[in-house]
């Protein structure tokens, strides 16, 4: 190795020793037991969480329970309580086999996700400890929103113990026509809302986007040593298909594929770094979406993609672009498939009702990108009052 690579070997390695060092200094708030831990003793509790609700190696469960705090139910969100259902896949209820308590699912059922009457009356609280990435549609949010809006119509704490957002370092996309609102776009915020979950269970109280206007009484715990601008790497794959911190800064980017025929590589090893499509042309980059865990039916099921191999794009250039519609666009005038390349999910996460018709005129993403900016300019304002990290 010449000392040029030798040198630079070392700056790597530098770059690496300070975000683990910058990793290790932020607390979520699972971890400062001592600030919830007291107001839970001698209340029956309902846990939100998942596989990500870990502090180290030990789950916020677990560790509610040698604390003493007595956890009558479990809610799992999208992909289940331990995270192993496909996006969108039906989660049923059931129990938590290693602690044998019960879980009342909240995804995929045919009502508005309000639990029973008969298992909100069996808690005094609810505890949400879930990791989130920050985007609209990204479905844990509005599970959160779904058990507020249940703690208000029935009178019981609701409690937040926070985690820093990944894409907490800024704002972008369109706030949702809320002639959109469904279970991928619950409130009226731009797409990347730089808010972590803690901050936008306060703006929900605060604003008044609980049902009828109702308030909940509601705790949030925060995490210490972190901004904004911290790049918190996730030491958990949040969903099955979001296993890279490079697939989570593209999310914002790339989710759109989903309203389209082209595959975003669900079923290989590069979900959400790649797109393609059987009929795109002169594309050197080729993969084979195959039925795997988390991805039992993919998009070009056994079909060979041509397409575009976005780990070429560094983490920096991922968060520096925001939201960027080149790869759409590209796709869409690559199949020539007019308006047959989008389905109506395409509106329920852009939301907007008329980006679509804008990519179909020719609108370049550069020109789609500055008819939301007023929209960002606008919520950066409106959600100043709720923040509780520096930006």
């Not at 000392?3 to 932020?26: D, F, H, P, Y």
């Not at 991922?318 to 869409?332: S, V």
């Not at 329920?348 to 008329?354: A, E, K, M, Q, V």
């Amino acid at each position: 190795m010449n000392r040029i690579a030798k040198t630079l070997l070392s700056l790597a390695l530098l770059a690496v020793a300070v975000v683990s060092s910058a990793q290790e200094q932020v607390v979520v708030g699972a971890a400062r037991l001592d600030q919830y831990v007291p107001q839970l003793k001698g209340k029956k509790v309902a846990l939100f969480s998942n596989h990500t609700g870990m502090v180290g190696d030990r789950h916020t469960l677990d560790l509610l329970l040698d604390a003493g705090v007595e956890v009558v139910t479990l809610f799992s969100p999208e992909h289940g309580f331990r995270g192993t259902a496909d996006a969108g896949e039906h989660v049923a209820s059931g129990v938590d086999e290693p602690t044998g308590i019960p879980i009342a699912s909240l995804y995929g059922s045919k009502n508005d996700r309000m639990p029973s009457k008969e298992i909100m009356d069996s808690f005094d609280v609810i505890v949400s400890d879930i990791q989130d990435v920050g985007l609209r549609y990204y479905t844990y949010y509005c599970t959160m929103v779904d058990l507020m809006n249940a703690a208000a119509k029935y009178g019981k704490d609701f409690v937040v113990l926070d985690r820093p957002n990944p894409n907490g370092m800024y704002i972008d996309g369109p706030i949702l026509d809320m002639n959109y609102q469904s279970g991928v776009g619950r409130l009226p915020i731009p797409v990347v809302h730089g808010m972590t979950l803690g901050e936008i269970a306060q703006m929900v109280n605060g604003e008044g986007w609980l049902r009828d206007g109702a308030k909940v009484n509601l705790t949030v715990v925060p995490c210490e040593n972190y901004t904004h601008q911290t790049r918190y790497r996730l030491p958990i794959a949040p969903s099955p298909n979001l296993r890279t911190m490079l697939s989570i800064y593209l999310y914002p980017s790339v989710c759109y594929f989903e309203a389209t025929p082209v595959s975003l590589g669900r079923g290989t090893d590069m979900p959400f770094e790649v797109y393609g499509h059987p009929d795109m042309k002169n594309r050197s980059f080729e993969f084979t979406p195959r039925s795997v865990p988390g991805a039992k039916n993919p998009p070009q099921l056994d079909q060979l993609c041509h397409g575009v191999d976005l780990r070429t794009v560094t983490e920096e250039e991922a968060i520096a672009q925001g939201i960027n519609l080149e790869y759409l666009i590209d796709a869409y005038r690559d199949l020539g498939m007019g308006d047959k390349f989008f389905r109506s999910f395409f509106e329920l996460l852009i939301g907007r009702g008329d980006i679509r018709q804008m990519i179909e005129d020719g609108k370049s993403a550069a020109e789609i990108k500055a008819t939301w900016a007023g929209d960002v300019e606008k919520f950066r304002q409106q959600r100043k009052p709720y923040l509780l990290y520096a930006e």
